[in-house]
């Protein structure tokens, strides 16, 4: 086995180490930031290094080492890289525990690059409980009434929706006798049809995975969780759950149906039509239950709903063409990849603002354009992303899912999804109506510092990057699409 | 035959323990019921073969995190008020009943593979080659690891004072 394929996990532990005991001595605790940040940067540039060769997987199967790992690594790795640049103002809040702070974004980062690889039920669930754990610790990290009350449904919600998770796949190991994805694909293939048809048991392990992960991607009816968790959380976590844990979970997803019941064709249209009736309802009840939101991090909450909604698209388009074709795969990628730095932009925009302000209500918003015209630039065009439209990097990828579906016969899919577009420009524009014709409450200026200004504009950039240039990201995507069978 | 009548018996055992840890109201006699459903579970593995596992099972879940449970009953306050009742009491119960309802009928009607190889025993030492051995699950074990400082990192950081 090839441990070099490891190391970018490897970098990432050992930093997450070092921080831990760094923290002990150091007291200047900005230097656990920057050492974070080091860290992020140089399993990055191994990940990028790795990139484009076809590697097989290590440990015996258990992970892959493919672009399609590697594109969600570097995904994980730039968010926590954003959020941490974001972060450095905010843990004033616990002077004393940066330390312990850092440390578990980097651990759960850690888990979350797991995910991406795993190919084996066993290793995907421990890394996908790694990664929860971290994040219980993370929301409620401010200690308060509501960071705590956060954290508690988080935790309670997040184990019931583990032990689900675990009781489906027991079904599919107890059905096929395997717990590698690539195994699980043979058993199920060379099975007779009859047999198939006549096992209820496979259909249910399915349908508990995908409850299990519905729960990690916030789709709805798994997503009860989100407002309460996204107001109650420090905001840094918030854009980090919002963005890398949804990622993670679509991942997940994307490898073990696509490698583990892509074929035979009438069980993926199973699980395509599961995906299409959740991505309805979804994006319909998310952008519904935004509207009347005035906590702007409750309304990204019922917002981030919706964009699963959008994002399950992808996937039901994926279960129609029986992994024939990549549209609905690369589709789902390059969304992904439009979405962090969308998120990114508009959470670090709030944090922004929010932390001066020591609100989080959309009228306090009032006259930001006029107080702090860049970082009300910046979220305006976060915003504008999050409805779909051009030139930002939202439009595109919206386009690029819609047009999968389209091809696989889901046009009903795809009008419900332009009809809840619409819908969400209401609740979008009315922040960005505040900010701009609001009147501000005071004439005073608010400034910003380097490092949340740095991380604004590189969020920022993204977006503008994606929506004006995306052919190069959608080259990527279209790349990383192509998962290796194992 | 008599590990039938054994199955049986521990599994009657287990789920009116189970369901005494839902219904009673006094916290701590739950718990205690908590603590007779691990037990009966352990007896499970024992008559599945597996006893590793139930070893495992008594030492941690009966052992430790029975202890850790009654510890923390009794260090909270408000714990003679006992478990508050609510208002989702029935449609809990409905879904309940229909999830159980689609579980039984899902797993009697499918056409398992059943092993014939004989069950492994003792099982200590396969489950040690599978875990640490060529080839095995060694990954998993050392993300465990990972998981475990994570969960102490946390842990240290909800208990501070304020």
Known sequence: ?486 | MGLTVAFWALAVVAVLSALGVVLLRNVFRAALSLILCFLTVAGIYVTLSADFLAAIQILVYVGAISVLIILAIMMTRDVHRGSPANRLQIPALVVAVLFLEVLVLAVINTPWQISNTPALTPTTAPLAIKLFGEGGFILPVEIAAVLLLSAIVGAIVLAREK
């Open chain 1, 1 to 486: 086995m090839n441990l070099t394929l490891f190391i970018p996990e490897l970098t990432l532990t050992v930093f997450a180490i070092l921080v831990i005991l760094l923290d002990l001595f150091v007291r200047q605790k900005r230097v656990l930031a920057q050492v974070s940040i080091s860290g992020l940067v140089i399993a990055g540039v191994i990940t990028i290094a790795m990139w484009g060769n076809s590697f097989p997987a290590i440990f015996n199967n258990m992970l892959a080492v493919d672009n399609f790992a590697l594109f969600f690594k570097l995904i994980f790795l730039a968010v926590a890289f954003l959020v941490i640049l974001a972060s450095v103002d905010y843990t004033s809040r616990f002077a004393r525990f940066q330390g312990e702070y850092y440390a578990l974004v980097l651990l759960s980062t850690l888990g979350m690059m797991l995910m991406a690889g795993a190919a084996d039920l066993i290793t995907l669930y421990i890394s996908l409980e790694l990664t929860s754990i971290s994040l219980y610790a993370l929301v409620g990290f401010l200690k308060d009434g509501k960071s705590t009350e956060a954290s508690l449904k988080y935790l309670l919600l997040g184990a019931i929706s583990s032990a689900v998770l675990l009781y489906g796949m027991a079904l599919i190991f107890g059905f096929t006798g395997k717990t590698q994805l690539g195994e699980i694909a043979m058993v199920i293939q060379t099975m007779p049809a009859q047999t198939l048809l006549a096992s209820p048991a496979l259909i249910l392990g399915m349908v508990l995975l995908i409850a299990g992960f519905g729960f990690k991607i916030a789709a709805v009816p798994f997503q009860m969780w989100v407002p309460d968790v996204y107001e109650g959380a420090p905001t840094p976590i918030t854009a980090y759950l919002s963005v890398a844990s949804k990622a993670a979970g679509f991942a997940i997803i994307l490898r073990v149906f696509f490698s583990a019941f892509g074929q035979p064709e009438w069980l993926s249209l199973n699980w395509g039509m599961i995906f299409a009736v959740l991505a309805a309802i979804g994006m319909t009840l998310g952008n519904i239950m935004a509207i009347p939101q005035t906590n702007i991090k409750r309304l990204l909450g019922y917002s981030s709903i919706a964009q699963a909604g959008y994002l399950l698209i992808g996937l039901a388009a994926m279960g129609f063409s029986a992994g024939a074709d990549t549209a609905g795969r690369s589709g789902i990628l390059f969304f992904l990849a439009s979405y962090v730095f969308t998120n990114m932009g508009v959470f670090i925009a709030i944090i922004a603002i929010s932390t001066k302000l020591n609100s989080d209500q959309i009228e306090d918003y009032a006259g930001m354009g006029k107080r702090t015209p860049l970082v009300a630039l910046a979220l305006t065009l976060g915003l504008i992303s999050l409805i779909g439209m051009p030139p930002a990097a939202g439009f595109m990828a919206k386009f690029y899912i819609f047009s999968a579906a389209v091809q696989h016969n889901l046009l009903w899919l795809v009008i419900i999804a332009v009809i809840n577009s619409v819908i969400s420009a209401y609740y979008y524009l009315r922040v960005v109506k505040v900010m701009w014709l609001g009147k501000p409450a005071s004439e005073e200026k608010i400034s910003q510092s380097g490092t949340l200004k740095l991380a604004l504009v590189l969020a920022s950039l993204g977006i503008l990057l994606l929506g004006i240039l995306p052919g190069y990201v959608m080259r990527l995507a279209e790349f990383a699409a192509n998962m290796r069978l194992y």
